[in-house]
């Protein structure tokens, strides 16, 4: 991982619910897909709004599935990482709106 990878999940961990498992994510989402610092910034506020979201509406145990799911599923083919976790993540949308 880039030192200014480091730097930006840092950021997320002191001033945001990041936790070690969306770095984790967005870790191997960057190293398989080649992303820019602003990407790896992107994909960590993206599970930061999404956590904050399913906080809000008491779904952070759908949120932990999703993560879970993501962690055991994803893959890299070439340069395209992906999950196999439409269930989960059906499962936090519907619970989120």
């Not at 936790?19 to 080649?34: A, F, H, I, R, V």
């Not at 145990?61 to 994803?74: I, K, N, S, V």
Request: proline fraction near 1%.
């Amino acid at each position: 991982m880039k030192a200014s990878h480091t730097i930006l999940a840092l950021a997320c961990f002191f001033t945001a619910a990041c936790s070690p498992q969306e770095d984790d994510l967005c870790d191997y989402k960057c190293d398989c897909e080649g992303c820019s610092d602003r990407e790896y910034g992107d994909c960590l506020n993206r599970y930061d709004d999404r956590y904050a979201d399913a906080d809000r509406r008491d779904c952070v145990d759908r949120y932990d599935d999703l993560l879970a799911c993501e962690d055991d599923t994803w893959s890299c083919d070439g340069d395209k990482w992906s999950t196999s976790c439409k269930y989960e993540r059906e499962a936090l949308d519907r619970c989120i709106d």
